[in-house]
């Protein structure tokens, strides 16, 4: 059983960063595929990015791509996203997830693991 908890959430403005983390317990990462989504009110949970086991690949969807980095510290047992160019759009809370097999993917169903998620507030 993993467990995981996010961190780093907060209110930003349009245009600021922000860092969050996903620190895990109970189990090493370093065999799990891991993914942030995202969910809005009213709105489905949405894949934000997802980083191999490795690090050395990561899959973004077009609406964060250049701005969201997904990066991993094996060592630490902890899974970070870097936000830059926040828009009010991206306001959602963020949860992280693992996965246990396969390589990176979009797909929620391949994610066993959630942590109960971080809100990201941006201001216009």
């Known amino acids: 059983q993993v467990q995981l908890v996010e961190s780093g959430g907060g209110l930003v403005q349009a245009g600021g960063s922000l860092r969050l983390s996903c620190a895990a317990s109970?189990?090493?990462?370093?065999?799990?595929?891991m993914g942030w989504f995202r969910q809005a009110p009213g709105k489905e949970r949405e894949f934000v990015a997802s980083?191999?086991?490795?690090?050395?690949?990561?899959l973004y969807p077009d609406s964060v791509k250049g701005r969201f980095t997904i990066s991993r510290d094996n060592a630490k047992n902890t899974v970070y996203l870097q936000m830059n160019s926040l828009k009010p759009e991206d306001a959602a809370v963020y949860h992280c997830?693992?996965?246990?097999?396969?390589?990176?993917?979009?797909?929620?169903?391949?994610?066993?693991?959630w942590g109960p998620g971080t809100q990201v507030t941006v201001s216009s």
């Open positions: 997830a693992a996965s246990a097999f396969g390589s990176v993917t979009r797909d929620l169903s391949q994610y066993a693991y």
């Open positions: 109970r189990r090493t990462l370093i065999n799990y595929i």
């Open positions: 980083i191999s086991a490795s690090g050395r690949t990561q």
